[in-house]
Antibody, heavy 124, light 106 residues
Framework: QVQLVQSGAEVKKPGASVKVSCKAS????????ISWVRQAPGQGLEWMGW????????NYAQKLQGRVTMTTDTSTSTAYMELRSLRSDDTAVYYC?????????????????WGQGTLVTVSS | EIVLTQSPATLSLSPGERATLSCRAS??????LAWYQQKPGQAPRLLIY???NRATGIPARFSGSGSGTDFTLTISSLEPEDFAVYYC????????FGQGTKLEIK
């Protein structure tokens, strides 16, 4: 079955960087895009950006431009999200989510399935 | 940025009752709207996409309607496992989510 398995929880100091991984299985990795969505404690969902696993094209949320980089490794069917210059308000659960439909033309479509989430805590 | 406003913030109902959740967009999103369900400690799950299409494996008691700026998620007869938080999401212009509606047991 289609599955996205994320890396484990991280604790980082303000100003540091974090890199979260998302390993996909059960489908052709390069046929679908991957989005990253975060959820601060007790809060709603925030879309961070999207990457095409086919050609590496990316689209990032404007508020995170310059701090976030999304990449993929097609040899291991893994997507990565790196966030730099961490602040306390970056504390959140970070989810990867696959496009519902394949062959997206350059923008995410709907998000399904999702990874299990990775808690990133930013604290001094 | 398109803002999605969900109402009510909390909905208290009993199993077997009908639930009606609303999502209003600050400008037209055509039919580019989805609904997700999230249970505590779990990732969200896609229920409805393109405003009215049920995702794979979603029971028929879940239905979506609307277009433009006003959308509704209806659960025809609540089951115990339906009590959760529900989010709407648009992809017409960038991607944004509503703030969620918590469906709780009365």
């Amino acid at each position: 079955q289609v599955q996205l398995v994320q890396s484990g929880a991280e604790v980082k100091k303000p100003g540091a960087s974090v890199k979260v991984s998302c390993k996909a299985s059960g489908y052709t990795f390069t046929s679908y895009g991957i989005s990253w969505v975060r959820q601060a404690p007790g809060q709603g969902l925030e879309w961070m950006g999207w990457i095409s696993a086919y050609n590496g094209n990316t689209n990032y949320a404007q508020k995170l431009q310059g701090r976030v980089t999304m990449t993929t490794d097609t040899s291991t069917s893994t997507a990565y999200m790196e966030l730099r210059s961490l602040r306390s308000d970056d504390t959140a659960v970070y989810y990867c989510a696959r496009d519902f439909f394949p062959y997206s033309s350059g923008w995410p479509n709907w998000f399904d399935p999702w990874g299990q989430g990775t808690l990133v805590t930013v604290s001094s | 940025e398109i803002v999605l406003t969900q109402s009510p913030a909390t909905l208290s109902l009993s199993p077997g009752e009908r639930a009606t959740l609303s999502c209003r967009a600050s400008q037209s999103v055509s039919s580019y709207l989805a609904w997700y369900q999230q249970k505590p400690g779990q990732a969200p799950r896609l229920l409805i996409y393109d405003a009215s299409n049920r995702a794979t494996g979603i029971p028929a008691r879940f239905s979506g309607s609307g277009s433009g700026t006003d959308f509704t998620l209806t659960i025809s007869s609540l089951e115990p496992e339906d009590f959760a938080v529900y989010y709407c999401q648009q992809r017409s212009n960038w991607d944004t989510f509503g703030q969620g509606t918590k469906l709780e047991i009365k």
